[in-house]
């Protein structure tokens, strides 16, 4: 079982920046694929971006020149550093990861506010 926490949501002015951690635990040398996804106030859930055990990477077209998904294997910790933060980029930002053999896990979700 692999049990996400999200953290690094804050409150920033538009054009900031702000950088999310996912950290997972327990059997992660099954995570193969990890994600970042949001849900606006009233929105649906969204895609954001992902990233592979191999690295590579898949981004949301509105956030790919602004977004970077990373992964530090050793820290089992996934990152979103976010730039140029818009006030539609305020949401509930949500780890998502999956690994061989078992059901994706979903973390608890951590607030971005993007406001002046």
């Known amino acids: 079982q692999v049990h996400l926490v999200e953290s690094g949501g804050d409150r920033v002015q538009p054009g900031g920046s702000l950088r999310l951690s996912c950290a997972a635990s327990?059997?992660?040398?099954?995570?193969?694929?990890t994600a970042w996804w949001r849900q606006g106030p009233g929105t649906q859930r969204e895609f954001v971006a992902s990233i592979l055990s191999t690295g590579d990477t898949n981004y949301a077209d509105r956030v790919r020149s602004r977004f970077t998904i990373s992964k530090e294997d050793s820290a089992n910790t996934v990152y979103l550093q976010m730039n140029n933060l818009k006030p539609e980029d305020t949401a509930v930002y949500y780890c998502?990861?999956?690994?061989?053999?078992?059901?994706?896990?979903w973390g608890q979700g951590t607030q971005v506010t993007v406001s002046s």
């Open positions: 998502y990861a999956q690994s061989s053999g078992t059901s994706p896990v």
């Open positions: 327990g059997d992660t040398k099954k995570i193969y694929y």
